[in-house]
């Protein structure tokens, strides 16, 4: 079995792959076509759309990140695709949750002050908020972060990221509504996406972590952002495409709600584009899956997998079978 990977690998990665297979490394920048078998892409989605029209004899392809919704377009019939389910979930659950505390106790707008020695600006703090819930009522003593506490948090995608981000917020004393395709009860109540028109008044706070499918795909545009409440936070860990960006944009502009966001569509974000410059928005460049622990599970998990085929097993995590 020959078994393309990414040639920029680090030699601890290298060392979890099997040594009974052929192993070919595969450059970010291909000027020759390569025959595999298996191909464990790059994370990156530009890089390997890059390398596949380099790639011949692929009929198996695993993933090194959860979604796989650019490896599905890419694949032709016969090819199966695995993803990395479980690798990212510690490191994308403890974005999610950080975003959320630093918009919460206002962090930007602090670290803004830092940049600029600007102790005084504080005071600015209680008419930020007051603008955020359109509540200008006074505090006493004014206002200068809020609380998780107490918040109600729709949680939209219950996989298994999902339920990690719910095992850490819920010692925060939320109030969590969980959302998936189908509804179920046992062992906890999941409502049915298609119920979102009723849930959505109530979400202070709403967390996307759903893979990007047809059926996902402008999930959240204008109609849905117009039931969240006042000043309410969505959280997107998901895929960019997920949300109607000119729908965020308006609603961020008009002072509605306020978002954290580690994906954005487009995707890399132009320097030119309007989401850059809204108000109460927090960007990071699609990192939350990436530390240096998550690497070792996901290429494991990867020789894992390599290892079934190897035993004629079934392959785990298939999310696409190419036929």
Known sequence: ???????????????????????VPIPSHPEQTFEIDLWIPPPAPAIGQRIWPHLRGVRTILSLMAGTDWLIALAPTGVTICNAQDAHNIPTAEWTLTAILAMLKYFPWYIDMQRHADWKSRATIPDIHARIHADP???FP????????????????YGSIGKTIESLILPFGV??????????????????????????????????ILP??????????APQLALLPQGALLVNAARGPVVHTDS??????????????DVTDPEPLPPDHPLWRCPNTLITPHI???TPRSAPRAVGLAAEQIRRLLRNEPLRHVVHTGH
Do not use: W
């Not at 004014?142 to 995608?157: A, F, I, M, S, Y």
């Open 1 to 23: 079995m020959r078994v393309g990977y990414p040639a920029s690998f680090t030699p601890d990665l290298l060392a979890l792959l099997p040594r009974e297979v052929e192993l």
């Open 137 to 139: 009522s006074p505090t």
């Open 142 to 157: 004014p206002l200068q972060q809020e609380e998780l506490h107490g918040k109600r948090v729709l949680l939209v995608g």
């Open 175 to 208: 109030t969590l509504t969980r959302v998936a395709r189908s509804a179920r009860t046992e062992p906890v109540p999941v409502h049915a996406v298609s119920e979102l028109h009723t849930l959505l008044p109530q979400a202070e706070i709403l967390i996307l």
């Open 212 to 221: 990007l499918t047809p059926a996902t795909h402008h999930l959240i545009a």
């Open 248 to 261: 965020l944009v308006e609603a961020l502009n008009a002072g509605r709600i306020r978002a954290a966001l």
């Open 288 to 290: 939350a899956g990436i």
